[in-house]
Each structure stands twice: as C-alpha cells, then as structure tokens.
C-alpha cells in the first residue's frame, strides 16, 4: 500500500499524535458546527517549525470510524433475526396490508406500465424538475383554484422525497438567513436535526409532546414558540406528526399561526402523510392551506414516499409560497442553484408516475379510492387495538389516545424499558421512544399487541 | 447585518399583514449555469436549422435523443415490486458490485477483496459532491485540486462544501493538447491538497487525455507526493468505444497500488441520463475499513436525500449483470463511440476543404463527446447570433450533436467566423460580443489567446 502521509507547510502543534492516531471516541456526526481540528490522516513529528514526513502504512483512513448505526433500520434488522413465530414488526414505517405484505397502488402499476408503452426518452430533466410534476404537486398541495398558485407565488422545486426536499430548503435557509434557527418539535422525526446539522442550520426543540398525557403539550408549545427569536423557522408537521401521531385541532391550529405570525416566523411544513391521515388529501392539506389563506409565506416540504407507496423512486418536492411572483421566481433560481451541486437535476421516473397518477381524472380517482383504502386500514386497526386495549386492561387506564392519534405512528407512552420487555419478552419490535407503526400491524394481531402493552405497562417500570 | 434584517422585518410587521415585506426580498436572482442557459437559448431559437452543441447528451444521425435498446430490454425484465423499500438494499448493493467491476476490472482483487467502500449516488455529480462533503467532514483542512479547465460544476460542489480548489494546468491553448510538463510541475507543488481530481478518458470540456505513459507517470508522481487520486468517471466507453479500454488509467494507478476514489455516471454510457444513476467508490485498506467508510457515506447521503431512486439502479444493474443484455449494451456503446469518431473526421475535413487556414487537427486528437474548438467568445457569441449554433461559452463542442445533416452547415459556419474578414467585424463591434449577462462564463483561466493565427500543428 501507499504510505499514506500528507506533508503540510505548516504543522501546528496538533500534528503530534498518539501512535495510533485516532481521536478517542466516535466523530460526532451530530456536531458539524465543531471544527474537526485534529487530522485523523496525518502523522508528522513537529521539530520546530519545520514538520518531516513520517511514512507509514497506516492508511489515510485510520481514523474513520464507523457510523452509529440507524436506530429505526436496526429494529428491522434485529426483528428479521428473531426466529419466533409470534414476532411483530412495527418499526419501520411502511405501509403493509393486512397480511402484513408490502403494497404496491394498484395506480402506480397501471402508471408505471403506461410509460413503459409510451415509451419516452430519458433526457435529463430540468433542475427544477418534471414542469409537469411540479403543477400538479403544487396543485394538489394548495388546491388548484389557490389564488397563490394563480398569481405564480409558489416557487415549487422538485426534490429527492421529503428528505431532499428538506434539505434544499435548509440550505436556502443557511444561504439567506444566516444564523436563523430551526424550531423543531420534542420528539420529531430523526432524520430533522441530522439534515438541518449537515446544511449547518442551527436548531432547537418545541416542546410537542406531553408523556402525561399521552398528547400534545400545547401551553408549552406556544410557550416556546413565542421565546424563540424572531425570524424563526418552526417545522410543523402538515398532519399524521412522526412519531405521536398527535396533530393539533384545526383550532389549536390557528392559534399556532396567530403565535407564528406575532412573532415573525417562518411556517415551515414537513407534509409526508397528505391523505395518509385521514384518508383525503384534502382534509390533510387543512393546515398548510390556513396559513397561506393568511397571506403568510410558508415553506412546505412534500413526499410521495408513503401516499404512493414510491418510496424508493424518491419523490417529492419543496414549495416556498412568497408574497409576489418576483420573489418566487428569485427563490425557485436560487433553489436550483443549490441543487446544481447536488445533483444536477432530479429523477425523471418517480416524477413521471406523479404527474401521470394526479394529472389523470380516472388514475386520480382511482388513488384516492386507494388512499382512503389504507388510511382506512390503519383507522380499523386503531380501534381494534382500543377496543383490545379496553377490555383487557382492568386498571381503568385510559387507552383512547390511540383513537385520537392519526397516521402511521401512535406513541404508546411506553418508556424504554418497558419497550425492552415489548421485544425480548413479547418479540414485538418498535424504537424505544415508545413509538409503534401501526401500518405493520394487522387487525390479526391487535389482541396479541395489546396483550404485551398492557404487561409491558403494568409489570415493568 | 443580520439583525438589521430582522428589525426590518419587525418595523414592517408593525403594519398590516397586507404590506408587511417579503422574507424573500433579499434574494437575488441566482445566474444561471452556463452550461444549462446554451439549451435554452438554444430552444428559445426559432429558426430551423438551429444546431445545440451545448449539453453533452448524446443524438444519434438524426439529432434525435436515444433510449438504449438495452435499457429497453432491462426494463421489460425489471417487475413493479422494485417500488417496494424492501427490495431496495439487495438491488443496491449489486448495482455497486456491478460498477465497481466495470471500472476496477471484473477480477480486480479489490472486488474480490471487498477493498471498496461503494455505494449509489445521483449520477456523476452526486458521487462528486457526497465525496466532496466526506472529504470536508473527514478531512476539513484540506483541498481540492483541479485539472484547467474542468467541468463548470465540479468548482460548485467543492465550494458548496466549503472544501477549497486550486487549479493545475491541464491544457495547453496554442497546441490544443496536453501540458504535460506543466501538469507534473504543479503537482510537484501541490500544497494542503488531499485530493486531484482526474478524468481518465474523455476529458470533459477539453477531449484531451494523457496517454499511456504519462498516465503512468502520473501515477508515480501521485505515489511520490501521497496525493489521493479522485476519477470523475463519465464517459467509460465513449472515448474509444471499449469500456475496458476507457479504464485504463485506472488500471494503470491500481496496479501502482494506489487507493484511488471513483465517481462513476451511466447517464451518458446508458443513455440514463434522467435517471441519474451513478456510483461512488473508495478504495481502502480492507474490509473493515470498507465497512466504515460506506456507513459514513450512507450517513451523509441519508441528510442529503436518503437513497438515489431504485427505477435507474435497477436498470444498469440488470444491464450489468445480464450477459445478453451486457452484450447489446457494449455494442451500442461502440456503436455511439464510432459515430461521434466519424464526425469528427468529417468535421475536419469539411473545414480543411473550405481551405480554412486554421490547423483542426485537434478535433480529431479530442477523445470523447467534447471538442475544445479554440473558437473564442466573440466567435462563440457570432455562431450563436448570425448561425444559430449553441455551445458553451468556452469553444466546447458536444460532438454529439453534429450530424452527417449539419456537419457541411457547421463547417461552413466555423470557417466564417474564423477567416480574416471577420475580424475586422469582431474588433470594431466590441459590443457584439459583449457577453450576454444571463450567462457566466466558469471556464477556469480559459485562453483569449488568439494562437488560430499560428498554425501551430501538434
């Protein structure tokens, strides 16, 4: 091999290192903030000023370490190595049918197959991606008939599902409003800080979610919304919240704006889930379309991963609804000058199905027959749980927080050892913050769930 | 600066919602890329007979974009169920096993080995920036070195990344060729680099590779100075029309025992494009060592955009690993590659027949989709203007968008543009060729230098 040695004009003094050269401890990912001093590659011997090369065969990569590993992806992983028949998946959330089998829309078929027979080329597309894709994601998030989307006031960009999407987001904020902070609520998904951390978006918590109560804790949400300073952007989930699946009321809603506007914030929406929540696309779009109705500029992140079950074609998009369609036009340049160095221009094909699946009236119809079909699924299986939970938990505890979380997630209220004895006594797997994905669970097996949270919850501390 | 923002935001907000300023007033309009403006001058063209020589995408005779028959036929055998999350991991990671075979050699003991840390990227600039951004993260003293000229957006990623360039001479403008000599001697000198960027065939803007030999002396000139090699990999079977051919300086650097980084694209070898199917490569110590860096790579691809789409990966990895569909597929690669070869000659010659006084050899020297023509930006500006004929800003010809039909067409154009009494126009119309403000030009130190006048042969 190469001796792996880097000479620099000038060493610090941080060049001497331990033999092995390797920072102790992992690299924290977490931080990009902190300056990595320490050059994990080099290996001089510092004489003074003047620093010699020291060959050695220890590679460039010594100190690379590996990666924490993926907290929800590991709960699939131990779950496939578990060899009881009774095991239950409810980590990851995909959408599984009854029979707990992943679930293509029967619309993404027809859409898919339609395209193989058009047959058309595959140049690259813009970078702002499909125009036709971007209409209708626009369309179908505002409502075809917004008056923002008439005047040409959304800058509407084609990303990489909701992550992508997110993270071109991150970096118009990191570009244009240096040092402006992210709100994020307490818990959220665990990809939000690791997308705001990389684009180097300083961040900070909400308080969301209330363990007493198994609900939202909505004093102390406005509470810390309004201490933020100004100028700040607050990540709301559109509907379906990951992981409680606790959604403000429509009322709790505007107040939520009357706070954000007081303050000068920026509403910043993560929409995973529209039509996943309550079966319309519609009625999950409520939220976002309140605030635009008040004339405020929002930021709205978009993914098709869950609602079209496309999750691997990466599809999505970023919306930022300004005040003019100047100030659109300016932002959606700047948009696609961030994803230049990216990516250059987003995939055609997930793009493609979109545009297909909701610019067609009969593949429209046809998904939201599909959406209301899962939707509905996850709903029956909420109540059987309840009704599982109810009669045979005899403590009087009340289990009806199940019925009023929505989407794909509940948040059981179980602390980690209790989600610990869910596992290794029950095999039921699920991330230790108490979260359940309740699209892995079949209506077969809510007797048996409720079983092992109600010992989980009365027997373990 | 910060603050005065704010309390602007917050004086307005003290008025009605109705006139409160926009967040967004600030934002300027960002310029547009220059590569990407030529397509759309181009489009916005009218006239007829218009020629795009811009975006290197390939056109077959007819100018018309082409869908490989082998993409066609991996796509009838690849089912809906690749939508499915689950099959996601498996077909992944055989399209990385499948690359890395294509660049480093099917029987490289790097694969046998499992020396490499791999793992699918967005096509070749995805690769380039998730290296990019593990180089800041791991490595964040250190910079990039870059080849002059290079591909406009390779400066973008690293400077997006906060990683800093430098430049080493790569082209010499009065011979059209490689400066070899040049090229050695800045590397010599490389300070704070950890990584030079390389493009092992078919240079992108420029057509000019090193041969053999020097790619040899390169690679002992990187061992010599421990710089790590970094490929950008976008034409592998374009340059001569034979994949392993188009490996072969990377071969060349594995054989010196060097570990090398690859950024590899299928968007114009499979005709991809849209698909953005690409693969990043690290070679490393051993396996273990593999292991960590990909979990990094994946880690910092999660925040970027989780995973490249499925639909694109599972076509080259069918392409890949089917031999029958491989078999088309190499054909078609050769038969791309012996296309823009014959137009090239015919470009040349056609000139050479107008008795252009200027020397072309270069056009047929220039390997791969690009030709660096000379042409200067007030020759660039008047093809586009008085012709109709689209390329970057820089001279760069995409080869692929002559045809046996606009070849005669083009000549006759170049030949206009380039004879003597055009320079009398050129120079008294200052304004003419003062560059439009929509486009950038990021050539880096691309000559002026007006050499045509030499009749320098190489």
């Known amino acids: 091999m190469a001796s792996s040695v880097l000479s620099l004009a000038s060493a610090g003094p941080s060049a001497s290192l331990s033999s092995n050269g390797i920072e102790k401890g992992k690299l924290n990912l977490g931080n990009c903030f902190k300056k990595e001093k ?48 009774l095991k239950l998946n409810l980590g990851v959330g995909a959408y599984r049918t009854e029979e707990l089998q992943p679930y293509v829309l029967d619309v993404v078929k027809k859409a898919d197959k339609l395209l193989l027979e058009k047959g058309e080329n595959r140049e690259y597309l813009p970078i702002e991606g499909l125009a036709a894709f971007n209409k209708v994601t626009a369309e179908l998030l505002f409502g075809a008939d917004n008056p923002v989307i008439k005047q040409q006031r959304v800058a509407t960009v084609q990303g990489l599902s909701g992550t992508g999407s997110l993270r071109l987001a991150a970096a118009l904020i990191e570009r244009y409003f240096p040092g402006a902070k992210v709100l994020i609520s307490s818990p959220t998904w665990g990809n939000h800080k690791n997308i705001f951390n990389d684009a180097r978006v300083p961040w900070s918590e909400y308080r969301y979610y209330d363990p007493k109560t198994v609900g939202l804790d909505f004093e102390g949400m406005i509470a810390d919304i309004k201490e933020a300073p100004e100028g700040s952007f607050i990540l709301l989930h559109g509907c379906a919240h990951n992981p409680t699946g606790i959604d403000p009321t429509p009322e709790q809603w505007e107040t939520i704006a009357d706070v954000i506007q007081e303050k000068n914030h920026i509403p910043f929406f993560d929409i995973a889930y529209q039509g996943f929540a309550s079966g319309s696309l519609d009625t999950d779009a409520a939220s976002v379309r309140m605030f635009v109705a008040r004339g405020m500029e929002v930021i709205a992140a978009q993914s098709y991963s869950k609602n079209l079950g496309l999750y691997a074609e990466r599809i999505g ?97 179980l602390n980690k050892a209790q989600c610990d004895n869910m596992t290794n006594k029950w095999h039921v797997y699920m991330t230790k913050d108490g979260r359940i994905s309740l699209a892995g669970l079949s209506l077969a097996k809510c007797e048996y769930l409720a079983d092992a949270i109600i010992d989980s919850y009365h027997n373990v501390s | 600066m910060i603050i005065s923002r704010f309390l602007r935001r917050g004086i307005s907000t003290a008025s009605t919602c109705a006139t409160r300023r926009s967040w967004w007033d600030h934002v300027t309009p ?50 809906a169920s690749n939508f499915l999350e689950s099959t996601s991991t498996a077909v992944s990671s055989k399209f990385v096993e499948e ?11 790097v694969i046998k080995e499992r020396r490499f840390a791999g793992i699918p990227a967005l096509s070749g600039t995805g690769a380039c920036r998730l290296f990019a951004e593990f180089q800041k993260r791991f490595y964040p003293e250190s910079r990039i070195y870059l080849p002059d000229p290079t591909w406009s ?39 704070m680099v950890l990584s030079s960027l390389l493009h092992p065939c078919a240079h992108n803007p420029t057509g000019v590779d090193p041969t053999n030999e020097q790619w040899r002396e390169i690679s002992s000139l990187f061992k010599a100075k421990n710089h790590f090699p970094f490929f950008d990999v976008a034409y592998q079977g374009f340059a001569s029309g034979d994949v392993e051919r188009d490996a072969r300086a990377i071969r060349i650097f594995l054989e010196d ?24 490569s690290v070679l490393c110590n051993d396996k273990i060592q593999a292991m960590a860096i990909k979990g990094q790579l994946q880690q910092i691809s999660n925040t970027m955009y989780g995973s490249p789409p499925i639909h694109g990966i599972s076509l080259a990895s069918k392409i890949l690993s089917d031999p029958d569909i491989k078999a088309i597929w190499l054909k078609e690669v050769k038969v791309m590659a012996t296309r823009i070869h014959r137009m090239r000659a015919i470009l040349r010659e056609a000139l050479e027949r107008l008795g252009s006084p200027l020397n072309w050899q270069h056009i047929t020297n220039q390997v791969g989709m690009f030709c660096f023509s000379g042409l200067n930006r007030a020759e660039v500006y008047l093809l ?75």
């Open chain 2, 257 to 280: 025992g060097h570990s090398i980084g690859c950024a590899q694209s299928f968007a114009k070898n499979m005709g991809l494009y849209g698909h953005r199917v690409g693969c990043l």
């Open chain 2, 99 to 109: 690359s890395a075979k294509l660049i480093y050699g099917q029987d490289s003991n």
């Open chain 1, 317 to 413: 998009a970023i919306n930022v609804v300004c005040s003019s369609s100047d100030d659109a036009a300016r932002v959606k340049s700047q948009l696609k000058r961030i994803a230049r160095p990216m990516y250059s221009n987003p995939p055609v094909h997930g793009a493609r199905i979109v545009a297909s699946v909701v610019g067609d009236a009969a593949l429209f119809k046809e998904w939201n027959a599909e959406m209301e079909m899962m939707a509905g699924r996850i709903m029956n299986v909420r109540q059987k749980l309840f009704d599982s939970l109810s009669s045979k938990d005899k403590s009087g505890k009340d289990w009806s927080f199940v019925l009023r979380q929505i989407g794909m997630f509940s948040f059981t209220g």
């Open chain 1, 38 to 85: 320490t050059n994990l590659f080099l290996k001089t011997k510092s004489v003074g000023r003047i620093s010699m090369v020291v060959a050695s065969d220890v590679s460039r990569f010594e100190g690379i370490t590996m990666a924490p590993p993926d907290p929800i992806l590991g709960v699939s992983e131990a779950f496939k190595a578990d060899n009881h028949e």
């Open chain 2, 153 to 191: 957006n390779h400066r973008n990623i690293w400077r997006d990344v906060h990683v800093p360039d430098r430049t080493f001479r790569y082209y010499h403008p009065d011979s059209k060729s490689l400066n070899f000599v040049a090229l050695m001697d800045d590397i010599k000198n490389a300070q």
């Open chain 2, 30 to 79: 960002a310029p547009k890329d220059p590569i990407i403006a030529v397509t759309e001058a181009f489009l916005a063209d009218p006239f007829p007979y218009k020629i795009n020589l811009g975006v290197g995408a390939y056109r077959d005779d007819e100018g018309k974009p082409v869908v490989l028959q082998c993409v066609r036929e991996a796509e009838g055998k690849i089912a």
């Open chain 2, 384 to 458: 586009a203007k008085e012709f109709h004929i689209y390329m970057t800003p820089d001279g760069r010809i995409s080869m692929a968008g002559v045809t046996t039909k606009n070849v005669d067409y083009l000549a006759n154009s170049i030949h206009e543009v380039t004879t003597c009494d055009q320079d009398a126009k050129i120079l008294h119309n200052t304004d003419a060729y003062r560059i439009n403000t929509d486009i950038r030009f990021t050539s880096l130190g691309a000559s002026k230098s007006r050499a045509r006048g030499m009749n320098l042969s190489l």
